[in-house]
């Protein structure tokens, strides 16, 4: 059964680290593709970081040189190292996976729509 689980968020102060974990079991890396997205109150859902299944990786212009996202293909497991935190980055962190069928093994820079499988969230606050 496939499933997505988030862990890892909590409240730091401004300028802390926090690393998120996303447990993809079931699915194979080879095969999908993994974004981060983020939703802070009132606001939609946006991209922050993705993996595609040949390892190709992007970021959001608002996280570049701050986060990083990796992948534990071994333990199906997806992080993103949040550093330098602002205020801003509060939000739920959520960790989605899409199959790449039919797409070129760079895709995961997408919309939030183009994803179908989603985890439950992991909250991060960031304090000034």
């Known amino acids: 059964q496939k499933q997505l689980v988030e862990s890892g968020g909590g409240l730091v102060q401004s300028g802390g680290s926090l690393r998120l974990s996303c447990a993809a079991s079931?699915?194979?890396?080879?095969?999908?593709?993994i974004g981060w997205f983020r939703q802070a109150p009132g606001r939609e859902r946006e991209g922050v970081s993705c993996?595609?299944?040949?390892?190709?990786?992007n970021y959001a212009d608002s996280v570049k040189d701050r986060f990083t996202i990796s992948r534990d293909a071994a333990k199906y497991t997806v992080y993103l190292q949040m550093n330098s935190l602002k205020p801003e980055d509060t939000a739920v962190y959520y960790c989605?996976?899409?199959?790449?069928?039919?797409?070129?093994?760079?895709?995961?820079?997408?919309?939030?729509?183009?994803?179908?499988?989603w985890g439950q969230g992991t909250q991060v606050t960031v304090s000034s």
């Open positions: 993996i595609s299944s040949s390892g190709r990786t």
């Open positions: 989605a996976a899409e199959p790449i069928f039919g797409r070129t093994p760079m895709w995961c820079w997408a919309p939030p729509k183009e994803y179908d499988n």
């Open positions: 079931g699915f194979n890396f080879g095969n999908f593709a």
